[in-house]
């Protein structure tokens, strides 16, 4: 599949004036949602059959088992993105990363979020992926068992 030449923008604050300018509304809809806990209309920016891609789970899909998803394992999340790069693919989707920080209630960590977005701005995938070394994410674990016991 071709990909036309990559649109980059910054975020520099969600919410803000200053994206604004951010070519996909949905993305940032993503972030807004997630970051006030309304897990319901986070989820009914999906597709139907829309995936929700968590690191090291399989994938969950469509907006109602999203929501599930969402309200239990990621209250207390504030996604904080600082920067995407925007692609529109052959086939009419847009393909936008994003990378930043997520703060949980027991660690902070990098993160890669990778959305497919359908012609209509709905949401087919999106990716989750951590951005640190094994080592790291082991130790994280293992502060996050600690805080819960």
Not at 61 to 86: N, W
């Amino acid at each position: 599949m071709g990909e036309l030449s990559p649109q980059v923008e910054s975020i520099t604050s969600l919410g803000q004036a200053a994206v604004a300018d951010f070519a996909q509304p949905v993305v940032l809809q993503y972030f807004d949602s997630l970051n006030a806990g309304d897990f319901e209309a986070t989820s009914r920016l999906f597709a139907v059959d829309g995936a929700l891609q968590p690191p090291f789970e399989n994938a969950v899909v469509g907006p109602e088992a999203i929501a599930d998803y969402l309200k239990r394992e990621a209250r207390g999340f504030l996604l904080e993105p600082t920067q995407a790069v925007s692609t529109v693919l052959d086939d009419g989707c847009t393909e936008v990363e994003v990378v930043g920080k997520v703060q949980t209630p027991w660690f902070s960590v990098n993160v890669r979020w990778t959305f497919i977005l359908s012609p209509t701005q709905q949401i087919f995938i999106a990716k989750i992926n951590l951005l640190a070394a094994l080592q790291d994410l082991l130790h994280l674990k293992n502060n996050k068992n600690a805080a819960e016991v």
